[in-house]
Structures are given as structure tokens and as C-alpha cells.
């Protein structure tokens, strides 16, 4: 049995959710709602089993609507005998298992533990009462987690979270570059070859902003932000915002950046790894899970501020003929889907053999 907290979005967690359907082909896919529509099309031949909250258009639209309900819900959803794989960052390891379960955590919830990151973009007199909320949800969270058998964290820097929030000590099993190389490639109209490349949700922790003012302060630089451009400001002609596009067209768009741009402080940060496929290096935070996926002079230029002045100025001496793309491919080869799969493999038929409870942290 899989499961995984939503599917109604195309993220590095749904790429994930996809490749554990595709290593257990036959498990069924338990998940709070489900929009075809809007997430990636390879999860309509599943068998995927939403909650009672799918009934309504609006939590399918937007998840984060049944905020208060998805903890009850999911804590009350009938799961079959068997060992229970949930991919998760929130919800997915609150389910009531009846065999042994295995959580691969791509972060404890951002909402309970870092709500200063994930809820940035809200005004401050909002944020403030916010604590009182989260509360019982860290209460129930925290117990949720001490029914899990096995913590598998998605990066070094996830699993101190994972200890930190839990008292768990998690194994480290970084996640596979989600987009095939070698698929069909389709241009994005008006883009030209030659530009950085940020890949992102419309979320605050993302620092799109961030990347988008720093390549305004850098001449000639163009981008293309996958996901759109911040709004609330006018950007410059250099930088272009695409959404909703093909894996065709986000392949055609790997394969003819310059680099991939990313300052978030990510669990892993899935898209500089998917650039790594296509030969191309990356500038990013020295945060998070690019320390465990970069590789600095090889594949990686880091940035060690967090703010537009420090990435601009990386960005003026970046020179993407500095890098040899083959070397940025053989160094992306570490996060190849055959050893995440036989990972997964091994470690279920250790716990369908009687594997005991996450070990405390001494």
C-alpha cells in the first residue's frame, strides 16, 4: 500500500509519489485529494484512493482549504493489511496502518516546524496568531510519528528535522531525478536559448523573488521561472514566467538553460539534480539539500548569502563553459531510479520480516 499527503499538483514530492507507483505497480495510492487534471497525468493508471474530502472542488483546487480537516481525516481512513510506503510532508504518516509502515519524509510539516518560512508571504498580525493554531496539530503530528516503523529522510539536512521534531533517527536515501532525459522535447515559444532556469511553486520559501532581483542586477542575464514570476511588481523583459507546462516543454527547457538557479533551503530540491541529467551545472544556496546534491567546481556553484547581492554577484563571474557537461552528467548519475527502487525494495522486505519501531535518539 502507497500513499501520499495530496496529488493535486505537479511538485518534487508528487515525482517521488509517482516513482514509488512505478517500483510497487500493483499497490494501491491512498491520498487526501486527488485532481487529475492537475497533477501529473501518470497517476489516472493508478489505482488511487482519495479521502472523503474529494468529494468537494474546492479542497481539489486547493488543499490547504481543509487545513483543519485533513488531520482527522486522514487519521481516520481505512488502510488494507500489508506494509504501508507513504510519501510525506505532513499528513501521509498520520494514517492508521495495520502492518508495518515506512514514511519517506521529504520534511516534517513546514506549517508546524518552519512556520516562519512557509508562511512568510502572510502578514506579520497574521502570522502571529497562527501558534496557537498549530499547537494541537504539532500534538497530533508528534504521535502520528511514533506509530512509524521506519523514517527514511529525503537528505542529511531532513533527517536532523526528522530527529529534532521526532526524536527519530532517520536513514538518508536521497530521491531520484523524477524527469527522463531522454523524453520528448517541445519548445517553449518566445524563449531563446542561452537563460537561467529557476523551477518552483508560488511559495514565499522559494525565493523566486530573490532569484529574479538578483538576475535584474546582473547585464544581459535573461530567466525563465517555471512556476511564474512573483507577482506584485513589474519585471524587466529578460525574465519570463511559464506555468503549467509539459514535461516535454520542462525537458526542451533543462536542455537549453545555461544553469539552474535555485536559493530556496530545501528538504532536497529536486530540479538542480533534473538539470544534472541534462549536463547542466547549477548556482545555488549553500543550504538544505544542496549540500547533499551539489558538488561544488564539478556540477555546483554555491552561494553562501541568501539574498540578491550575494547571487548576483556569483552570477557575474558564472560561466557555464567552466563546467564539463559531461562530468555534471556522470555526477547526476548518483540519483538514477534503479538504486532508489532496489533501496525501497530492501528496505520493505526488512520490515515485512518484523522490523522494530524507529530507534530514539540517544
Known amino acids: 500500500m502507497l500513499a501520499h499527503d495530496y496529488l493535486t499538483q505537479r511538485g518534487g514530492g508528487e515525482r517521488v509519489a509517482l516513482e514509488l507507483a512505478r517500483h510497487f505497480p500493483d499497490a494501491p495510492l491512498i491520498t487526501s485529494v486527488y ?27 486547493d488543499p490547504r482549504r481543509a487545513f483543519a480537516l485533513l488531520a482527522p481525516v486522514m487519521s481516520r481512513m481505512d488502510v488494507p493489511r500489508g506494509v504501508l510506503l507513504a510519501s510525506s510532508s505532513g499528513w501521509a504518516h498520520g494514517l492508521r496502518a495495520h502492518g508495518p509502515k515506512v514514511v519517506y519524509c ?76 531522454r523524453g520528448a522535447r517541445e519548445p517553449v515559444p518566445g524563449v531563446e536559448p542561452g537563460f537561467l532556469l529557476t523551477v518552483g511553486r508560488r511559495r ?12 535584474e542586477q546582473v547585464p544581459g542575464a535573461r530567466l525563465v521561472a517555471v ?30 538553460c545555461s544553469a539552474v538557479v535555485a536559493m530556496s533551503r530545501e528538504d532536497f530540491g529536486l530540479s538542480p539534480v533534473e538539470g544534472f541529467a541534462f549536463g547542466k551545472p547549477s548556482v545555488v544556496l549553500r543550504a538544505g539539500g544542496y549540500l547533499d546534491s551539489g558538488l561544488e567546481g564539478v556540477a555546483t556553484r554555491f552561494v553562501d548569502g541568501e539574498d540578491a547581492a550575494s547571487l548576483a554577484a556569483v552570477l557575474r ?13 556522470e555526477h547526476g548519475e548518483r540519483f538514477s531510479a ?15 520480516g518484523g522490523a522494530a519501531g524507529p530507534r530514539p535518539s540517544a
Open 35 to 61: 485532481e487529475e487534471t492537475t497533477t501529473f497525468p501518470e497517476f489516472a493508471g493508478r489505482d488511487v484512493r482519495p479521502s472523503v474530502l474529494n468529494r468537494w472542488a474546492v479542497f481539489r483546487r
Open 106 to 181: 521529504h520534511n516534517p510539516a513546514r506549517w508546524l516546524y518552519q512556520p516562519d518560512d512557509y508562511f512568510r508571504a502572510l502578514p506579520r498580525p497574521v502570522r502571529r496568531p497562527l501558534s496557537a493554531v498549530l499547537a494541537p496539530l504539532r500534538r497530533w503530528d508528534r504521535r502520528a510519528a511514533r506509530t512509524v516503523d521506519v523514517y527514511l529522510a529525503n537528505s542529511t539536512s531532513v533527517a536532523r528535522r526528522i530527529e529534532e521534531a521526532y526524536g527519530v533517527r532517520a536513514r538518508v536515501l536521497h530521491p531520484p531525478a523524477g524527469l527522463d532525459p
Open 204 to 215: 514565499g520559501y522559494k525565493n523566486t523573488s530573490l532569484v529574479c532581483e538578483a538576475v
Open 227 to 256: 512556476g511564474g514570476l512573483p507577482a506584485g511588481r513589474e519585471w524587466s523583459e529578460r525574465l519570463t514566467g511559464v506555468r503549467d507546462i509539459s514535461d516535454a516543454q520542462l525537458r526542451w527547457l533543462y536542455a537549453n
Open 317 to 329: 563571474d558564472f560561466d557555464p563553459a567552466d563546467f564539463d557537461a559531461e562530468k555534471v552528467r
Open 338 to 352: 534503479a538504486s532508489f527502487g532496489r533501496a525501497l525494495h530492501q528496505i520493505v522486505a526488512e520490515v515485512s
